[in-house]
């Protein structure tokens, strides 16, 4: 069966400090992999996705960015945190080419202070 | 999208009712839908999905109804229980597309 893993689970940094969250990928091989951001009480905003190693799309420019080095790893990072990234950050896949179930990671807790 | 700022639109409903949540999609084309619970402080988990050659799908206590001629999804969950309560998101995918795109979310309380 395939999982997701996510780390850290909570995170406090300091304004101005970098950033790198990780997600992988167990039991499934070429996934497409999603970062979300949620706002507490908010929704879900789609900040970046994947559908192969090196291939990156942004939904939102803005301070963060994402790499996928490895086929089931993917990260995402900042060089210099705002109080406005703050924020409940998710991971998810999807197989690839097909109509199906997106899955999420359980998320990483972010405060910026 | 536009929703994603918003705060969450609340339904509350007394233990053991049933609830009704709904959901509106705008693109003709999707052909997928799935709705997903989050509970507080976790990721988002699937509930059931239907895809759009059916109207109706059942799972345990909940069941998903789709009418495709005026765009509309709902989620119906059976004997509402304490563990219900959560934040309630519709997700609509169509072919050929890379991501999903998700509704604003509903905040489901139940009240003893």
């Known amino acids: 069966s395939q999982t997701i893993h996510q780390w850290p689970a909570t995170l406090v940094q300091p304004v101005g400090s970098p950033l790198s969250l990780e997600c992988t990928v167990e039991?499934?091989?070429?996934?497409?992999l999603y970062w979300y951001r949620q706002a507490a009480g908010r929704g879900l905003q789609l900040l970046f996705y994947?559908?192969?190693?090196?291939?990156i799309s942004s939904e939102v420019p803005q301070n963060l960015s994402a790499s996928r080095p490895q086929d089931r790893q993917f990260i995402l990072s900042s060089k210099k945190l705002l109080l406005s990234d703050s924020g409940f950050y998710l991971c998810?896949?999807?197989?690839?080419?097909?109509?199906?179930?997106?899955?999420f990671g359980p998320g990483t807790r972010l405060t910026v202070l | 999208g536009e929703s994603v700022g918003l705060h969450l639109p609340t339904l509350s409903v007394q233990e053991g009712d049933n609830s009704i949540i709904n959901c509106a999609y705008s693109n003709s084309a999707s052909d997928y839908f799935i709705w997903y619970k989050q509970e507080s402080g976790k990721g988002p988990q699937f509930i059931i999905d239907i895809r759009s050659n059916m109207d109706k799908r059942q799972g345990q206590r909940v069941t998903v109804l789709l009418n495709k001629t005026v765009k509309h999804l709902s989620l119906q969950i059976a004997a509402t229980q304490p563990g219900d309560s959560a934040v309630y998101f519709c997700a609509e995918n169509s072919q050929g597309a890379q991501k999903l795109v998700f509704g604003q979310g509903t905040r489901l309380t139940i009240n003893p």
């Open positions: 998810a896949w999807k197989k690839q080419g097909s109509t199906d179930t997106q899955y």
């Open positions: 039991g499934t091989s070429n996934p497409n």
């Open positions: 994947s559908v192969g190693i090196g291939q």
